[in-house]
């Protein structure tokens, strides 16, 4: 069964940063694209980031490029979110979610691991 | 960036009742769209992707069809385990895009 585990979030304070990891099993890891997606009651689901397979090909949304780093290591089976400059309307619940193609441009999400809260405030 | 618009956004509906939601695209995405299935403090799960192509293991009840700007994602025979949130989502352009999302509630 394929798994992905969230963890880091917590409470930062605007302007600080925090690193999500998220760790995979059950898949061939190196096989999937991965992306990160956030959920707000008021914004709903937005997509984040997306990296290949190999890391050659990554892309963000306009609303964290610049602040935010998306890599992986699939050595440990595991993707990062590497989130710089928080503000008050990063508050969400992040999710690592597997794609069913190689790279993150291509095919459609199909897992998502169960998320890790970030609140961002003062 | 491409609109997801669902509607309506929300449903009441009973047992063993079918129900269509549609979803459309603020232009055409061929058949780059996936539905998917939230409950109440749960992730989202996928249920549909390419339109119409079933996940493995989602149940035939579940159906989903269009392609250009318009999409339908019907479920039949409702039990009480479907009653959840559906969204849809465009992975045709960058950046990729949701709908708000359909909630689905026993009458």
């Known amino acids: 069964e394929v798994q992905l585990v969230e963890s880091g979030g917590g409470l930062v304070q605007p302007g600080r940063s925090l690193r999500l990891s998220c760790a995979a099993s059950?898949?061939?890891?190196?096989?999937?694209?991965m992306h990160w997606v956030r959920q707000t009651p008021g914004k709903g689901l937005e997509w984040l980031s997306g990296i290949s397979y190999n890391s050659g090909s990554i892309g963000y949304a306009d609303s964290v490029k610049g602040r935010f780093t998306i890599s992986r290591d699939n050595a440990k089976n595991s993707l990062f979110l590497q989130m710089t400059s928080l503000r008050a309307e990063d508050t969400a619940l992040y999710y690592c979610?597997?794609?069913?193609?190689?790279?993150?441009?291509?095919?459609?999400?199909?897992?998502w691991g169960q998320g890790t809260m970030v609140t961002v405030s003062s | 960036d491409i609109q997801m618009t669902q509607s309506p956004s929300s449903l009441s509906a009973s047992v063993g009742d079918r129900v269509t939601i549609t979803c459309r695209a603020s232009q055409d995405i061929s058949n780059y769209l996936a539905w998917f299935q939230q409950k109440p403090g749960k992730a989202p799960k996928s249920l549909i992707y390419a339109a119409s192509s079933l996940q493995s293991g989602v149940p035939s009840k579940f159906s989903g069809s269009g392609s250009g700007t318009d999409f339908t994602l019907t479920i039949s025979s409702l039990q009480p385990e479907d009653f959840a949130t559906y969204y849809c989502q465009q992975y045709n352009v960058y950046p990729y895009t949701f709908g708000q999302g359909t909630k689905l509630e026993i009458k």
């Open positions: 979610v597997k794609d069913m193609s190689t790279e993150w441009h291509d095919g459609p999400f199909h897992i």
């Open positions: 059950g898949l061939t890891f190196d096989d999937y694209a």
